[in-house]
């Protein structure tokens, strides 16, 4: 079948039109899911919570889909003062539905010649038609991944097909594929790797309302932000040339630029009931490198080894996720203020994300009010063997009070990063112990500390969240950073009485250990002695410590030097 079957009678073009035609998969605040068209979306966005997808990658990038359109069609925000006129405007996406009646062809996704975020006609030198699996990347590469669609994707609605259309230039993975007639990148019927779509090089960071609208205007980055470049011809995949089988080199313009880039070349196959086949490439490549001033969700790090491999300074890379570290403890890298980043230095070590910058800057200016909460939501992936295949999708939030990301005042928010600083010593303190006791029984020390740490921290993290969001209405942060200290205490201290008690006959008996002034008798007496010690300097000690032993072996150092928490770590 072609990818444009012969019209019924002569007379009706193949169309989808996304405009008008429901596919985007939406939860409404009642708690029922819908799935609406683009206008429904725009006019109903006070009564939807959030966008639906199969895949939390694919919210994201319809998501940043959503915000494009809106950036264009409201030609703005210019400053604060207009998205605040944006913000108290129950009908503020009036304007879209012209927007969308002006663009309506580029959003037909069948269309013959202009077919949504694809290249019309595109085609290999054998006019292969692969299977679907190359875009639905909850089964990549026939490698079942979360899904229910085993062994391969037959089929797929043209409102399914839509949805993972977006998700590829945003997510798909690297590696081989196939050249298309017409690319001069191709080599001997291939190109070889140019990287994943460009939100999969990030580790996506956006803020999120109690509603989709709420979530659309916090996430809609006024033009004159100081931390974001925006060139003047900056625009949408749909209001530019479409694509040809070859890719471009040009620079990105800006977030609508960003929002909708075309890092792949695309073509379905379809009949009258759906998408059977895709003919998938690469598009436009794109470096992440020093994008820091165009691309606002994520968190960037600097790079040493780049910077002296391209004898320039500073140089940020995007700060992706570690499926391995919930959102929570990674807190610095969503409030530091880029000020007390710098530490001295030319250039600050970390950039939270733009749109957290842009909160702030709502937040100093009154725009938003201190007590309100936002919602902070992570969400990446992360790829395997040479970024061809995704093995982990990261799905996380953190709920904190705005006052967090004051640009003047911030006291709320060094507390916070100071909590989340404090469970990670009295977490490390916990590992320590269990590879204490496990030394004393003459056992492996490294696995029983990773579980105790992993413990620990699953412990302390719904306390955590709790006591973040309530740290809007506290008169003193001081005085909560201490009740927090004195919760981790207890908390991390009833884990270690578990751990001791656990440890076993060989533990409380014990063993000699060599040690830098000669040996000791170590047991499960002398470990808790010590874990006691850590936890007192860690966390503040409750009594007189005075005339402790002191503890010969610490992955967080002695006691008396506690090391902060790895700032290398991502969200």
């Given at each position: 079948?072609?990818?444009?079957?012969?019209?019924?009678?002569?007379?009706?073009?193949?169309?989808?039109?996304?405009?008008?035609?429901?596919?985007?998969?939406?939860?409404?605040?009642?708690?029922?899911?819908?799935?609406?068209?683009?206008?429904?979306?725009?006019?109903?966005?006070?009564?939807?919570?959030?966008?639906?997808?199969?895949?939390?990658?694919?919210?994201?990038?319809?998501?940043?889909?959503?915000?494009?359109?809106?950036?264009?069609?409201?030609?703005?925000?210019?400053?604060?003062?207009?998205?605040?006129?944006?913000?108290?405007?129950?009908?503020?996406?009036?304007?879209?539905?012209?927007?969308?009646?002006?663009?309506?062809?580029?959003?037909?996704?069948?269309?013959?010649?202009?077919?949504?975020?694809?290249?019309?006609?595109?085609?290999?030198?054998?006019?292969?038609?692969f299977p679907l699996n190359r875009i639905v990347a909850?089964?990549?590469?026939?490698?079942?991944?979360?899904?229910?669609?085993?062994?391969?994707?037959?089929?797929?609605?043209?409102?399914?097909?839509?949805?993972?259309?977006?998700?590829?230039?945003?997510?798909?993975?690297?590696?081989?594929?196939?050249?298309?007639?017409?690319?001069?990148?191709?080599?001997?019927?291939?190109?070889?790797?140019?990287?994943?779509?460009?939100?999969?090089?990030?580790?996506?960071?956006?803020?999120?309302?109690?509603?989709?609208?709420?979530?659309?205007?916090?996430?809609?980055?006024?033009?004159?932000?100081?931390?974001?470049?925006?060139?003047?011809?900056?625009?949408?995949?749909?209001?530019?040339?479409?694509?040809?089988?070859?890719?471009?080199?040009?620079?990105?313009?800006?977030?609508?630029?960003?929002?909708?880039?075309?890092?792949?070349?695309?073509?379905?196959?379809?009949?009258?009931?759906?998408?059977?086949?895709?003919?998938?490439?690469?598009g436009d490549p794109l470096a992440s490198r020093n994008?820091?001033?165009?691309?606002?969700?994520?968190?960037?790090?600097?790079?040493?080894?780049?910077?002296?491999?391209?004898?320039?300074?500073?140089?940020?890379?995007?700060?992706?996720?570690?499926?391995?570290?919930?959102?929570?403890?990674?807190?610095?890298?969503?409030?530091?203020?880029?000020?007390?980043?710098?530490?001295?230095?030319?250039?600050?070590?970390?950039?939270?994300?733009?749109?957290?910058?842009?909160?702030?800057?709502?937040?100093?200016?009154?725009?938003?009010?201190?007590?309100?909460?936002?919602?902070?939501?992570?969400?990446?992936?992360?790829?395997?063997?040479?970024?061809?295949?995704?093995?982990?999708?990261?799905?996380?939030?953190?709920?904190?009070?705005?006052?967090?990301?004051?640009?003047?005042?911030?006291?709320?928010?060094?507390?916070?990063?100071?909590?989340?600083?404090?469970?990670?010593?009295?977490?490390?303190?916990?590992?320590?112990?269990?590879?204490?006791?496990?030394?004393?029984?003459?056992?492996?020390?490294?696995?029983?500390?990773?579980?105790?740490?992993?413990?620990?921290?699953?412990?302390?993290?719904?306390?955590?969240?709790?006591?973040?969001?309530?740290?809007?209405?506290?008169?003193?942060?001081?005085?909560?950073?201490?009740?927090?200290?004195?919760?981790?205490?207890?908390?991390?201290?009833?884990?270690?009485?578990?751990?001791?008690?656990?440890?076993?006959?060989?533990?409380?008996?014990?063993?000699?250990?060599?040690?830098?002034?000669?040996?000791?008798?170590?047991?499960?007496?002398?470990?808790?002695?010590?874990?006691?010690?850590?936890?007192?300097?860690?966390?503040?000690?409750?009594?007189?410590?005075?005339?402790?032993?002191?503890?010969?072996?610490?992955?967080?150092?002695?006691?008396?030097?506690?090391?902060?928490?790895?700032?290398?770590?991502?969200?």
């Amino acid at each position: 079948m072609t990818a444009e079957p012969p019209a019924s009678g002569g007379s009706t073009i193949p169309s989808f039109d996304l405009t008008r035609r429901p596919w985007i998969e939406v939860l409404r605040r009642d708690g029922s899911q819908d799935e609406l068209s683009l206008r429904q979306v725009f006019a109903q966005a006070d009564d939807l919570r959030r966008i639906v997808g199969e895949l939390a990658t694919q919210e994201l990038a319809l998501l940043r889909l959503l915000l494009a359109v809106a950036h264009d069609a409201l030609d703005g925000p210019g400053d604060t003062e207009e998205w605040a006129d944006l913000w108290g405007d129950p009908e503020c996406f009036a304007p879209v539905q012209a927007y969308l009646d002006t663009h309506a062809e580029r959003f037909d996704l069948l269309h013959p010649d202009v077919p949504f975020f694809q290249t019309a006609g595109l085609r290999t030198a054998r006019d292969e038609v692969f299977p679907l699996n190359r875009i639905v990347a909850d089964v990549p590469n026939g490698e079942p991944f979360f899904t229910a669609r085993m062994p391969v994707v037959g089929r797929l609605t043209f409102a399914e097909a839509a949805r993972w259309v977006v998700h590829a230039h945003a997510y798909d993975t690297s590696g081989i594929k196939s050249g298309a007639v017409g690319d001069d990148r191709v080599k001997g019927g291939k190109v070889y790797p140019l990287g994943t779509g460009w939100a999969g090089q990030l580790g996506g960071v956006f803020a999120e309302g109690g509603t989709l609208r709420e979530t659309l205007l916090l996430n809609l980055i006024a033009a004159d932000t100081q931390e974001l470049e925006v060139a003047a011809h900056d625009r949408p995949a749909w209001r530019r040339e479409p694509c040809g089988p070859g890719g471009s080199e040009r620079p990105a313009t800006g977030p609508r630029d960003l929002y909708t880039w075309q890092s792949r070349r695309l073509r379905l196959h379809f009949d009258e009931a759906g998408v059977h086949g895709v003919v998938l490439g690469y598009g436009d490549p794109l470096a992440s490198r020093n994008m820091h001033r165009r691309e606002p969700m994520t968190a960037w790090r600097r790079s040493t080894t780049q910077e002296k491999k391209l004898r320039q300074s500073p140089v940020y890379l995007p700060r992706e996720h570690d499926p391995a570290r919930s959102a929570w403890r990674g807190i610095a890298s969503l409030v530091a203020d880029r000020t007390e980043a710098t530490q001295g230095a030319e250039a600050a070590m970390y950039l939270r994300p733009g749109v957290l910058e842009w909160i702030a800057r709502l937040v100093t200016e009154g725009q938003l009010p201190r007590r309100s909460l936002v919602r902070a939501r992570v969400i990446g992936a992360r790829y395997g063997t040479q970024q061809s295949v995704v093995d982990d999708i990261i799905d996380d939030h953190l709920t904190m009070p705005v006052v967090l990301l004051h640009q003047q005042d911030r006291t709320y928010a060094q507390q916070a990063i100071g909590a989340a600083e404090d469970a990670d010593l009295a977490v490390r303190a916990l590992g320590d112990l269990a590879a204490d006791l496990a030394h004393a029984a003459a056992n492996d020390r490294e696995g029983p500390r990773a579980a105790a740490r992993e413990t620990g921290f699953d412990m302390l993290e719904e306390p955590y969240r709790r006591w973040l969001s309530d740290l809007a209405e506290a008169g003193d942060p001081f005085e909560q950073r201490g009740a927090w200290k004195q919760e981790v205490r207890r908390l991390v201290g009833r884990l270690g009485d578990r751990l001791i008690t656990a440890a076993g006959h060989a533990a409380w008996q014990g063993r000699t250990i060599a040690d830098k002034k000669g040996t000791q008798w170590l047991n499960d007496g002398l470990a808790d002695t010590w874990f006691r010690a850590r936890l007192a300097r860690a966390l503040g000690d409750p009594g007189d410590r005075e005339g402790l032993p002191e503890p010969v072996h610490s992955s967080a150092g002695t006691p008396d030097t506690p090391v902060l928490p790895d700032t290398e770590a991502h969200v």
